[in-house]
């Protein structure tokens, strides 16, 4: 369906569809975002003014901590909140893309007929810088088609976990008992990402000891004075249980985000972070192939040789840039 | 002591005794490179002649599968062979940098005194981009001091070991039996980056099976016509067993990069990958801050209101370097 809407080029007819709400409309433009379309440019001018009302919430965990059921269960509960909202499972590492996974559908099968909601899944393996490349785009999308909250889910783990605190308004850290050594074996970033911490299958033995953990932990942090000192919640995704906490926490972390304008600063860091992507990308695009040739190469052979270093070449590749 | 090297300036002369095979130049310089020293830029310069002897290898594994023990008992099979070697033990995750680690002297106490062993711990988190950026300019310093071999084991998991083997002519990738779920486990990433496997700890339990199954998820790779096939080796690291015939691999690898054309190709993809990590990096201090403002906030706060969107911005801020 998207070579098609690349096809037709109808970029106006996509966005004015998409913002009324049409869900085939908004899979066609994530799809494009995937494809890393020549009409993305076009896309984003259009989406622009209408950005920036929906909430970003990242969630990440280990795998095992119950994601998957927490996505669908907090979408439960904001939907009775009366939200639209958004779903996007990234993950870094599969090599399939977009469109109907299987994954979607079992796990979101509670969600798939309800049409205030998307839910998308991407694989983020793009040749122009994956997860950092496709994500904030794929997010401008569901902004501007009206969704109040999107939750972006990490499938991954390591890096893209950071990531994804990078792009999200409020970052949700999933923990579980029972995860083999626990929270020491959580990676020190967990504990320096979450704006949230969610200590699922609380009606497992040692949730009270995760918790425990995790809160003295988190004690141990030094957070300059009025900075947001991050709530732990209990809850059994798979009964719904405790998701309403998290869903007064989100509030009460977006109310704090907005009157201490760490928003505006998280947004603006953001939109630095994606707009510098853009420009390298172009660069690199045109130091690979100037004038037929690629200078980028002829300079990379001379380095190799001794004839040059990394510096000198790296000065005469700006060059090109900058004549 | 890299302070001093740093104020007294006077980079030719250490460039010299590094050359001279002197540890303490060698050392100096690398704390230039960990500092992002302003002198890096004379520094390469004078290093460029004297570069692309060494043979570098990139050692990975997740933990416990006896990387430090491989590193040491590697070093002492390629000094037998009298080679000079170099070891950059690089943690991407540790705040801790350069100098003498105490890591570095326990677990390398047996080449301490030689003359010919350089050891080195690198962290990676300088401003600049980390493990991409320091790592390729300290091989630089030791590949100009002489070392015949470098070894660059990396500390950390995930990403980092991808990066390691983008930087390395080899790369050796080590299991050991009774590692959890063993190769299953592995993510597949370790599948695609080794030119040599290594099954350490041989004499337990499981080995044999770990090299069987390595073997046929290998075989199901699909390899275009001439090739490397990469060999794989049982060693017991601490006794020092079957690293001969790691390192007659580790030599016919050599060979077969050189007769393939395949090294060349390799060191002109790094050398690109550094000159246009100098080159972004360079841009991105002047998109930063240029005419003593920052053209970049305005341009991410216009992005945020939804006045402009990324792509139009990318290009006003690319208009300021090639303007």
């Known amino acids: 369906m998207s070579r098609r809407a690349d096809a037709s080029g109808d970029v106006p007819g996509l966005v004015e569809r998409a913002r009324a709400g049409e869900a085939r409309a908004v899979a066609r433009l994530i799809s494009l975002v995937e494809d890393e379309s020549p009409l993305l440019r076009e896309v984003m001018a259009a989406l622009a003014p209408h950005t920036g009302h929906a909430q970003v919430i990242g969630i990440t965990g280990s795998p095992g901590v119950g994601k998957s059921t927490s996505t669908s269960a907090l979408v ?22 977009g469109g109907a996974l299987l994954g979607d559908r079992v796990r979101m099968q509670d969600h798939a007929l309800d049409r205030e909601v998307y839910i998308r899944s991407m694989a983020s393996r793009g040749h122009l810088g994956g997860l950092a490349w ?6 401008r999308v569901l902004d501007a088609a009206g969704c109040d ?55 497992r033995d040692g949730a009270d000891q995760v918790r425990r953990d995790l809160r003295s932990m988190l004690a141990l942090a030094e957070r300059p004075e009025g900075a947001w000192k991050p709530p732990i919640v209990k809850t059994i995704a798979h009964q719904g249980q405790g998701l309403d906490e998290v869903v007064a926490e989100i509030d009460r972390h977006r109310a704090w985000l907005e009157s201490s304008g760490e928003l505006d600063r998280r947004r603006r860091r953001r939109a630095r972070d994606e707009i510098e992507a853009i420009a390298v990308t172009a660069l690199r695009q045109r130091w690979g192939d100037v004038h037929g040739r690629s200078e980028l190469d002829e300079l990379a052979a001379a380095v190799v040789t001794g004839e040059t270093d990394p510096y000198a070449a790296a000065d005469d590749l700006l060059d090109t840039v900058t004549g």
Chains 1, 2 share one sequence.
Request: without cysteine; proline residues 5%; hydrophobic residues 45%.
């Open 134 to 139: 496709t994500t904030p785009q794929a997010l």
């Open 76 to 97: 439960t509960e904001l939907r009775r909140a009366g939200k639209r909202v958004g779903v996007l499972a990234v993950d870094p590492s599969s090599p399939f893309s």
């Open 149 to 203: 909250v999107i939750l972006v889910e990490t499938v991954g783990v390591g890096q893209s976990e950071v990531e994804i605190a990078g792009m999200a308004d409020t970052t949700m850290v999933l923990l579980a008992p029972g995860m083999g050594d626990g929270i020491q074996a959580a990676k020190a970033g967990i504990l320096e990402i979450g704006d949230l911490y969610v200590v699922n299958k609380a009606d």
